[in-house]
Each structure stands twice: as C-alpha cells, then as structure tokens.
C-alpha cells in the first residue's frame, strides 16, 4: 500500500528526492496522514515530516526543517520527501507510513498503522 523509493548515495551538501506512491488506503473520514520517518543503525526510528491528505498542512523535525520539503500531488497519490543541504546525520533508512489520525498530524511512529519498506539514503562527508 505504501511503496518509498528515491533513495541512494549522494555527498553532503547535496540534494535527494524521496518518493512514497500511496494505494489501497480506506480509513473512515477519507482524509489521513503521510509521514516520512528513518532509522539509523543502533537508533530508534525518528519522525522526519508529515503532511495531511487533504489540505496539505505540514509538521517537520526541528533537525530538518528549512532543509527538507514535504508535498503531494494526489492526482498521482504520491507524496515526496525533497531533501537538500544534506548532512552525514541525515544517513538512515527512510520510511513512509500512514495514519488515519488526520485532525492532529503528529510525529509519533505509534499514531501511524500501515507502513511501507524503507528506502536507504546515504550521505557522504
């Protein structure tokens, strides 16, 4: 249902589109979240961002804000994951998942029930 891609190798400083194509979500309201979450070796999993399916409204991770970018295009039930002025501390596994709790859109990996695999991106120094 949620299928991430986009990730790769690239020097720090540089810039990585993340791609997550959504399908197969019914929740009750049909409104929901997206989120964007990684996890580094040894660490636990850590939100990144999350924008609601509906309007658009967004949360960042102070660690990313001003640098990455979340958006949608719903006409192709995708969101990306623009990530620039990359850092070594940006390296991680990087996953998508959904929530249905659409009226507060929060971080949290618990609030999040339907995950895809992980897509790896890695930043040189």
């Known amino acids: 249902q949620l299928q991430a891609s986009g990730g790769g190798l690239v020097q720090a400083g540089g810039s990585l589109r993340l791609s997550c194509a959504v399908s197969g979500i019914a929740y009750l309201y049909d409104d929901y979240v997206i989120g964007w979450f990684r996890q580094a070796p040894g660490s636990e999993r850590e939100g990144v961002s999350c924008?609601?399916?509906?309007?658009?409204?967004?949360v960042y991770a102070d660690s990313v804000k001003g640098r990455f970018t979340i958006s949608r295009d719903n006409a192709k039930n995708t969101v990306y994951l623009e990530m620039s002025s990359l850092k070594p501390e940006d390296t991680a596994v990087y996953f998508c998942?959904?929530?249905?709790?659409?009226?507060?859109?929060?971080?949290?990996?618990?609030?999040?029930?339907?995950w895809g695999q992980g897509t790896l991106v890695t930043v040189s120094s």
């Open positions: 998942a959904a929530s249905k709790w659409f009226m507060s859109p929060r971080l949290k990996a618990i609030s999040y029930d339907s």
């Open positions: 924008i609601r399916h509906s309007d658009g409204t967004t």
